[in-house]
């Protein structure tokens, strides 16, 4: 079953550390991407630009209404996301656990949900 790993973390925090603490993160999540891959479960992944970048899209009497940045004020902010293919919540969860953000920001688990194709 496929699940996405949503990460969240606060950019601000992010911002100030320090030029080796962002490369020792870095280090870490290059380690467990590869440890993804190499257990086979990896189906897809990136990180996201900051949330300044991001545009909220609403349709409303008709008309589509654009907003720059996120539509929710938060204190973690979505930093990126993995999908993983393994066989139960379980699993997914034990890869969220080994998430370089999990010690210092959030992660949530949510399975994809399988859609038939179009014809």
């Known amino acids: 079953m496929r699940y996405i790993i949503l990460i969240y973390d606060d950019e601000k ?5 320090s030029q080796a603490d962002g490369d020792k993160m870095f280090g870490a999540y290059m380690q467990y ?14 990180p996201l630009k900051p949330s300044t970048t991001a545009t909220t899209v609403r ?3 008709g008309k589509t209404l654009t ?16 999908i993983i293919d393994v066989p139960n919540l379980d699993e ?6 080994k998430c370089p953000s999990a010690a210092a920001g959030s992660i949530e688990v949510r399975p994809v949900l399988d859609m038939p194709k179009p014809a």
Do not use: H, I, N, S
Request: aromatic residues 12%; glycine residues 14%.
């Open 59 to 61: 349709l409303r009497g």
């Open 33 to 46: 991407t590869k440890d993804m891959v190499d257990a086979g479960v990896m189906r897809a992944g990136d």
């Open 92 to 97: 997914a969860l034990k890869w969220a656990a």
């Open 13 to 17: 925090a992010f911002e100030k550390r």
């Open 67 to 82: 907003t720059d940045g996120p539509f929710a004020e938060t204190k973690e902010q979505l930093g990126g996301y993995y």
